[in-house]
């Protein structure tokens, strides 16, 4: 079975500086999709940014960027600029690329903050 | 738009009740899961249905059943409720196919309180 492991419970950062979020996974699986989440307070929860293992580049979504280590399975998230808004609960999910149904495993999460 | 809605945000029963949470989504997606949130544990499956009356245990589906009569509606179901299943619980809908476009979509949650 994967598991997924997010290390940090809590981080917070100064608005417009830069900060990561940690991820560690585990698979025997060697083709698979790496996923990062974003909960708002009291909002729906939203696809951040996506990684497919076979890819080498890393991926980028405007502010937020990926460092995806396959050997050492890590997916770490960078978000740089940090607004206000990104004060959220992130959640790091691991999904088999031959699982049809979608089938995701989460990370216990870490609350970022960030100060004004 | 996308949108996958929930019967309640908030919702507060006793001990023994059956209680009913609704999951409707409009993007005739085929999957549909529900999934519960406690913190430091982030989200655990309880239970998934890739189509109408099927259904699939997840990781956590002790004490819940599932029913799934229409595409486009899944329902959690607590037989009988007890305080260790006060929690937020979350339906998320995707469609059918391994591609990782195919994201999930959530809805806003309902936070259950079991007294």
């Known amino acids: 079975a994967q598991t997924v492991t997010q290390s940090q419970p809590e981080m ?3 608005e417009a500086e830069t900060v990561t979020l940690s991820c560690t996974y585990d698979t025997s699986e060697s083709d698979y999709y790496l996923f990062w989440y974003k909960q708002p307070p009291s909002r729906q929860m939203i696809l951040v940014i996506r990684q497919e293992a076979y890819k080498q580049q890393n991926a980028t979504e405007n502010r937020f960027s990926v460092n995806f280590q396959k050997a050492a399975k890590s997916f770490s998230l ?11 609960m992130y959640f790091c ?8 149904g979608n089938m995701l495993t989460f990370g216990g999460g870490t609350r970022l903050m960030v100060k004004p | 738009d996308v949108k996958v809605t929930q019967s309640s945000r ?25 999934y519960r949130q406690d913190p430091g544990l982030g989200l655990r499956l309880i239970y998934f249905s890739y189509d109408v009356k099927m259904k699939e245990k997840g990781d956590i589906p002790e004490g819940y059943s599932v029913s799934r ?4 509606r899944f329902s959690l179901i607590l037989e009988s409720a ?13 469609l059918w196919g391994a591609s990782s476009y195919n994201e999930q979509f959530f809805g806003p949650g309902t936070r259950l309180t079991v007294l």
């Open chain 2, 69 to 72: 009569e229409k595409k486009e």
């Open chain 1, 93 to 100: 999910a691991y999904r088999s690329a031959h699982n049809a």
């Open chain 2, 10 to 34: 908030y919702l507060v029963k006793r001990t023994g009740e059956k209680v009913f949470l609704e999951c409707v989504q409009d993007m005739d997606h085929e999957n549909m899961f529900w």
């Open chain 2, 82 to 94: 007890s305080t260790n299943q006060t929690s937020m619980y979350l339906c998320a809908s995707s």
């Open chain 1, 12 to 14: 917070s950062v100064q």
């Open chain 1, 78 to 88: 960078k978000i740089s600029d940090s607004q206000l808004g990104d004060a959220a």
